[in-house]
Every structure is written in C-alpha cells, then in structure tokens.
C-alpha cells in the first residue's frame, strides 16, 4: 500500500502562484510513477502532469503547459508541482496518484493504484 498526502493549496488571484506537494509513504517511492489530477465541480477529473519514476519524463496536459512543473525528490520520497501564472480555470481539487511502474513511463489516463484526498485549488478572478 502506498499512502499520499497532499498539501500547498488554497487562495490565490489570477496571475498567482501556488505549490502543492505530495509526500509518499508505505512503498519505494523510486519504483512509483506519479500524477497529478484535477476535478472541478461538474467536470471529469484530468490528468494534469505525469512523471517517471525517475524524474526523467514528464508529460504536461496542454492547458497546463508552460505554467506548471512538476518535480519529485527520491531522497524525500515527495512530488510536488509548481503552479504559476493561475487562471480561474485552474480552480479544482487537486489529487496526487502513484503507479507502481517497472520502467521510465509516465502516465496521463486515469489507471493510477494509489490516490490521496485531495486538496483545493481556488484561483479568483
């Protein structure tokens, strides 16, 4: 089992930055891709970034391209993403996920193993 934590989130304006985090226990961090998800209300959850086990790959939906960056430390066993440049849009329960992966893969469908609660985005305008 792995457990995940999130934390960073909250109230920003438009054009605000926010850090979100994820710190992982339970599993060897360094053999779990992670995610990173978002659900607004009455809209399908996404996949806004995806990175390798290593850190070596990543991949970024497009509304999110350019703006955020996701990054993860081994050592540390946490992921974090760094939002900039927030829209209205953006404003969503935030999740973290992690896949237990056998090579450098990264993963932007929803077919994650582990996922933590959540925490909220508000971006006002």
């Known amino acids: 089992q792995v457990q995940l934590v999130e934390s960073g989130g909250g109230l920003v304006q438009t054009g605000g930055s926010l850090r979100l985090s994820c710190a992982a226990s339970?599993?060897?961090?360094?053999?779990?891709?992670m995610g990173w998800f978002r659900q607004a209300p009455g809209k399908e959850r996404e996949c806004v970034v995806s990175i390798s086990r290593s850190g070596g790959r990543t991949a970024y939906a497009d509304s999110v391209k350019g703006r955020f960056t996701i990054s993860r430390n081994n050592a540390k066993n946490t992921v974090s993403l760094q939002m900039n440049s927030l829209k209205p849009e953006d404003t969503a329960v935030y999740y973290c996920?992690?896949?237990?992966?056998?090579?450098?893969?990264?993963?932007?469908?929803?077919?994650?193993?582990?996922w933590g609660q959540g925490t909220q985005v508000t971006v006002s305008s």
């Open positions: 996920a992690a896949r237990t992966t056998w090579g450098e893969y990264v993963l932007m469908s929803d077919d994650y193993d582990y």
């Open positions: 339970g599993r060897t961090f360094s053999n779990l891709a």
